[in-house]
DNA sequence: CGTCGATGCGCACACTGTACGCAGCACGGA
DNA sequence: TCCGTGCTGCGTACAGTGTGCGCATCGACG
């Protein structure tokens, strides 16, 4: 009874369109992507996989993103949309500057294969949401009357991005390792101050870092790290703010 | 005349061990990946590539190296091997300080794939030249009179290491392009100020960079980029010294 | 109805890291 | 002199990668 000579795919098998599926979208693809990456890091993104949870081949993928690497950065660019900057007119300038370090830190550490991306690629991509972070940007330490923005801008956006891509990285291994983040520091205590047996200075330094490791929360020294260095940045830059 | 029956691997076949060849060794392996890697990037080093360079197949490497990640990590330790630090007795510490900056940032210049394994590993390796590192930055920083020299150290080394990948992933992305840093700047700087358009103060600063970009060697403005940030720190840092 | 552009997909290619088992060698003991 | 015994290198193989190419399908428009 069969009509056409074409073995299998008859009627049948050609269902029609379901509704439910939002089709592939660039959108799409970059969402999901970035949801992938939270969640198994940069090596976990392959294009099969990606397409695999978006019901769809790896290739067809193609049609709305030219490679791996431009899908990548329209992905850093989505996340930088994250980011939140207080206003222009804020008074507190240590205020502000801290709130939107503290910002671009958090965004960091939701998306820890950003310090990967960064470390190959840099800021250099032009995407619309790095544009308005750095207009902001701009405008925010413009109003504090620095003589020269950028260069108020590049230092703390240089401590914070050093600061972030360590956290990542740290978080990243940690993360690998499927224990918690103090149980990892347990575990690699003793490797570290046996690997420091023979460096005086080194080892009082650890056995230190040892005693408070054992007695606070990791996230907490992370974040003291983090604020006792942004405070040092902030003090210099205050000598250059005229008054 | 054959006397085996094996056919080819006969006595003239296997040749007596030739003189000029060094062995495999692991101190051989990994200064050929670093060649590697300084040459084409971190992409370009593949297990197979390292062992033709090598006259050795590929799976030869993996006597005397577990794993590619390991590989990396013994390159990353041997570079470190390479920023050298003042002596713990320097009169000056903002002078000594900055040749230690200095000094990472330029081992990190000339091995810009650091960059890459940073952002995804850290500094969590405990090779013998990173601790080494780690006791001889500790005892500077100890002899300058820090009450807190860790905090310190933290603190200089987040800047260091946040312009140091930003600096490296700029400079891949611009041999990438196979051009001249000038050259690549040259052919961004448009493509950057169209994509500032419609953010005020963005463009403008925009303009302000392509006026001394068109005049003034890269390297140099990096250079000033660097020291403007790290005499912040130095400024920041000064505060914590007791007198 | 015919044509056309856009979309998805299967296949294929060159390449990756690395597990496994075999072949040749140096050496120590019988 | 011969036989293990361990160490080193290699060939093969497997599962997985990014992506170029050409075909099938489909909605829209003439």
Chains 1, 2 share one sequence.
């Not at 969640?39 to 791996?68: C, E, P, Q």
């Not at 965004?107 to 470390?119: D, I, K």
């Amino acid at each position: 009874m069969a009509s056409k000579a074409h073995p299998i795919p008859s009627v049948w098998a050609r269902r029609q369109r379901e509704p439910e599926q939002p089709a592939l979208s660039r959108e799409a693809i970059v969402r999901e992507a970035i949801a992938m990456l939270d969640a198994d890091g940069v090596d976990a993104l392959s294009m099969r996989k990606l397409g695999a949870r978006l019901n769809a081949g790896a290739t067809s993928l193609y049609r709305h993103v030219a490679t791996k690497d431009e899908l990548m950065e329209l992905a850093v660019d989505e996340v930088f949309g994250e980011i939140d900057l207080p206003a222009a007119d804020s008074a507190d300038w240590r205020a502000a500057t801290t709130r939107a370090a503290q910002s671009f830190r958090t965004t960091t550490l939701n998306h820890p294969w950003l310090a990967s991306v960064l470390g190959t690629a840099g800021l250099a991509y032009l995407g619309p949401n790095l544009m308005s972070f750095s207009e902001r940007l701009a405008a925010l330490f413009t109003s504090f009357g620095f003589p020269e923005p950028s260069r108020a801008i590049d230092t703390v956006l240089t401590f914070v991005i050093g600061i972030s891509t360590s956290e990542a990285a740290w978080l990243t291994t940690v993360a690998r390792s499927g224990e918690t983040e103090a149980a990892f520091i347990a575990r690699l205590m003793p490797a570290a101050q046996e690997a420091a047996a023979g460096h005086a200075v080194l080892a009082e330094s650890y056995a230190a870092a040892a005693a408070t490791a054992a007695a606070t929360d990791p996230a907490e020294i992370r974040d003291s790290k983090f604020f006792y260095g942004l405070e040092v940045v902030l003090d210099g830059l205050a000598l250059r703010l005229p008054h």
